[in-house]
């Protein structure tokens, strides 16, 4: 049997935006992968600053966002630990979930960034561990130059996606302000924004705009 090929996809979708869909979308296509794992981070501290959204709720937004897609799913291994999350600590929950759940079957892991977190990745906790069993797979994004950050031993493949600015910080800010995210964000992301008014979201928020 042929090794079953899975893409992580690390971030706190603080919400979930279109760039980080694409990104995936677009690696799951151009390496073949079976499937994408998208875990939004943990709570970085007991109650999140007003601009940020709980962990439940990242996670409920990104559930939401990739529901449609055959080849997505989400996992809670970073939401259920306690602490701040570690990718090396991701890598590690999610290996011995799939020897669990899929005794047997070889697994080839990817692991899927954008420019501006693989500009970092050398100072990740753990980083040898990281790329012993994993493939790296940097994504282009505007505003950011992708460049491999030279690690050894490392696989890292470099891949031009669709070019979308947007970023969390900008429907964070946009969300407050009363600007509107259609377009930016699935509609469903919309709908909880308003619904839990995440972000500083007025009771007559429209996210749609009008
Ligand atoms: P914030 O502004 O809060 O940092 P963000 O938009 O950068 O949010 P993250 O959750 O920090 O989103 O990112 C998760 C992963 O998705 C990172 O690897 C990041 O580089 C990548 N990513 C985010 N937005 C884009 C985009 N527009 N295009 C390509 N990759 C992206
Ligand atoms: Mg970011």
Excluded: C, N
Excluded at 66 to 78: I, L
Excluded at 99 to 116: K, L, M, V
Excluded at 121 to 128: K, S, Y
Aim: proline residues 7%.
């Amino acid at each position: 049997m042929t090794p079953l090929r899975i893409g992580i996809m690390g971030g706190s979708f603080d919400p979930i935006h279109l760039g980080h869909l694409v990104a995936a979308s677009e690696v799951a296509h151009r390496f073949d992968l079976d499937e994408v794992i998208f875990s939004p981070t943990g709570e970085a501290y007991h109650k999140p600053a007003d601009d940020r959204a709980p962990a439940e709720a990242r996670y409920l937004m990104t559930v939401v966002a990739t529901a449609a897609d055959p080849r997505f799913r989400v996992t809670r291994v970073d939401i259920d630990r306690s602490g701040p999350t570690y990718t090396v600590d991701t890598l590690r929950d999610l290996r011995a979930e799939a020897e669990r759940e899929r005794s047997g079957r070889q697994i080839e892991w990817f692991f899927i960034t954008g420019a501006d977190a693989l500009a970092e990745i050398l100072q990740w906790r753990d980083a040898a561990e990281i790329f012993e069993h994993t493939h790296l797979i940097g994504v282009t994004r505007p505003g950011h130059e992708l460049a491999d950050p030279g690690l050894p031993h490392a696989q890292v493949s470099l891949l031009e996606v669709p070019a979308l600015s947007i970023s969390s910080t900008d429907v964070r800010a946009r969300v407050r302000s009363g600007a509107p995210i259609r377009y930016l964000v699935p509609s469903g992301v919309a709908h909880l924004i308003a619904k839990h008014r995440l972000y500083g979201a007025r009771s007559e928020y429209e996210p749609h705009g009008v």
